[in-house]
């Protein structure tokens, strides 16, 4: 299985993924013409995907989904609430295929679970996409470190995990206190401290790799999410940063 990020962050987020002859796209968050760009900068074409699956409604995962579905031709998959959200902009849609949370969708031999979340949005979910029995998870806008978050991660062999602020940076920023409240309330982001503590509680299985995503731009940045995990997980630990302005590597499974 091999995967990259094309970015992430609140200032969109797309994440690729291929598994045999299966090419699936997670989120639709930047715009037609920079995903086509970063997929071609690692050899691959918006136009050969199987699905476009949306993970929630917030406009930083959804923005171009109708420019997506139109520019591949493939299905755009979504829950209801989703669908429903994005209608007002996404323009003409010509397949839609609803899923409802904790649901699996299948293309072919490659399973994709989708996983409700309590982020603050409808319906959302991430997703673990299994294929000849390796497993990779996109665990992003988790809302918390709910139960059954650190099973997931023991359970995969690699994963895109939330790592969104740092708590000293967002207590002392510029954003009001209601933003900040929502940003580490229930509903809201896990901070590097909460992701690296729940990569420690799964190091009975150390995974292939770790990419930290959906870094806050104001409350975060890659070095300080890196000391952070490094600092509870080890200097050796593999981890990786998905960025929020350029395509990542092109990452095994």
Same mark, same amino acid.
Not at 133 to 159: C, M
């Given at each position: 299985m091999l995967t990259f990020s094309l970015q992430s962050g609140s200032n969109g987020n797309a994440i690729y993924v291929e598994a &045999?002859?299966?090419?699936?796209?997670?989120?639709? #968050?930047?715009? &037609?013409?920079? !995903?086509?760009?970063?997929?071609?900068?690692?050899?691959?074409?918006?136009?050969?995907?199987?699905?476009?699956?949306?993970?929630?409604?917030?406009?930083?995962?959804t923005r171009c989904a109708g420019v997506y579905q139109r520019q591949s031709g493939a299905p755009l998959y979504a829950s209801p609430a989703t669908h429903h959200a994005i209608a007002r902009y996404a323009g003409e849609l010509s397949q839609v295929r609803h899923f409802h949370p904790g649901e699996a969708l299948h293309f072919g031999p490659v399973t994709v679970y989708t996983?409700?979340?309590?982020?603050?949005?409808?319906?959302?979910?991430?997703?673990?996409?299994?294929?000849?029995?390796?497993?990779? &998870?996109?665990?992003?806008?988790? #809302?918390?470190?709910?139960? &059954?978050?650190?099973?997931?991660?023991?359970?995969?062999? !690699?994963?895109?995990?939330?790592s969104n602020y740092d708590p000293i940076m967002l207590a002392e920023g510029s954003y009001p206190p209601e933003l900040k409240a929502r940003i580490r309330g229930d509903g809201g982001h896990l901070s590097n401290d909460e992701a690296a503590t729940l990569l420690k509680r799964c190091r009975r299985r150390r995974p292939r790799w770790i990419a930290l995503a959906h870094l806050s731009e104001h409350n975060n940045h890659p070095e300080l999410a890196l000391q952070t995990h490094r600092a509870v997980l080890g200097a050796d630990y593999p981890l990786t940063v998905a960025s929020r302005y350029a395509v990542s590597e092109l990452l095994t499974v």
């Open positions: &045999g002859e299966v090419r699936l796209l997670f989120d639709a #968050g930047i715009s &037609g013409r920079e !995903a086509s760009r970063r997929m071609a900068a690692r050899g691959r074409s918006i136009c050969g995907l199987d699905a476009v699956i949306l993970s929630h409604r917030h406009f930083d995962h996983l409700p979340t309590p982020h603050d949005a409808a319906e959302s979910v991430a997703f673990v996409i299994e294929w000849e029995r390796k497993r990779l &998870g996109i665990l992003t806008d988790l #809302g918390h470190p709910f139960s &059954g978050l650190a099973q997931v991660l023991s359970e995969v062999d !690699a994963a895109y995990l939330e």
